[in-house]
């Protein structure tokens, strides 16, 4: 069983459909069922009942989807290792973030590891739920991500370790023009998908805060913090983001924190597996949980 072929079949189990899983191994449509067909005709068996519309995963495909992330993480360690060995002394380890945290967070993290180590720092981005699941894979070393200081963490606790690494705090800001009418019964707003971490975090936290009287009209959705931030600068409407992600926007004037508006407090976590600890990840968890708050300075 070829690692390629294991993360094609499981991301078909993660979406549900060819469709979105072609998107997802970045291949079209039509060259990634030429794919899964060439893994059944090696195999010899049969992963897809082609008798329904769309195409669906054999139940007793998904049956195994435990083992095959466990041997897709034990290919990629292995794959890992090798070229680890290949090089010497120089390490490399991979992180992935929330997308605001790519951008704001993920930069000190890098300078803090190369300054003081002969290590090379890979940086991959997704929302909260795909970077949990790229830590559980193997494909990460790593994750940070956004949680509320009060909740009891990510699903599987007790497959991670999670240490905080600094505090954020998700703000609703508008252009000036907007801001001016912010006061109004109905405010134009940036929504996040009900899906995804924000979206959720924003229907359990911030909705329920609003003064009453105060109707939110959505303008745009997206799952990207850094696409709601150039809505927000745009004038679309009013956004809620990471105050990390948009204090120089405030400072220069482009954007205005609408104080009247609720806000929720976040914590930045620092995330590992907690039963997959080699010598040279124990060393970087140690550095990072070991410094000032990364966020103060942003």
């Known amino acids: 069983m070829q690692l390629d072929w294991i993360d094609d079949i499981l991301a078909v189990i993660d979406t549900g459909s060819l469709t979105r899983a072609a998107e997802r191994r970045f291949l079209t449509q039509s060259a990634f069922t030429r794919r899964v067909r060439l893994i059944e005709e090696r195999i010899s068996v049969p992963l897809f009942d082609r008798s329904c519309k769309p195409v669906t995963i054999l139940p007793g495909v998904q049956a195994m989807e435990p083992e095959l992330r466990e041997l897709g993480a034990r290919l990629r360690r292995l794959q890992h290792d090798l070229k680890a060995a290949a090089d010497g002394a120089k390490r490399d380890v991979t992180f992935v973030c929330q997308h605001a945290i790519t951008t704001t967070i993920s930069p000190w993290v890098v300078r803090q590891l190369t300054q003081s180590q002969d290590i090379s720092v890979r940086v991959r981005s997704g929302n909260r739920d795909n970077c949990l699941m790229l830590l559980l894979s193997g494909e990460a070393d790593f994750a940070m991500t956004y949680e509320q200081p009060d909740a009891p963490g990510p699903a599987l606790p007790q497959a991670f370790e999670m240490r905080r ?134």
């Not at 968890?285 to 410094?291: I, P, R």
């Open 165 to 298: 690494l600094g505090r954020d705090t998700l703000v609703p800001v508008a252009s000036p023009d907007i801001a001016f009418h912010a006061d109004a019964p109905e405010i134009p707003f940036i929504s996040y998908p009900p899906d995804v971490f924000l979206g959720r975090l924003f229907s359990q936290s911030i909705l329920p805060l609003l003064p009453e009287g105060v109707m939110l009209s959505p303008k745009a959705e997206t799952a990207l913090t850094l696409a709601a931030c150039e809505y927000a600068l745009d004038g679309i409407g009013v956004a809620w983001l990471p105050l990390t992600l948009v204090k120089r926007h405030i400072t220069e004037g482009r954007l205005r924190r609408l104080h009247d508006l609720p806000h929720q407090n976040l914590s930045i976590m620092l995330i590992r597996l907690s039963d997959q600890q080699s010598d040279g990840t124990a060393q970087i968890w140690s550095d990072l949980t070991n410094v000032p708050d990364p966020s103060v300075g942003l």
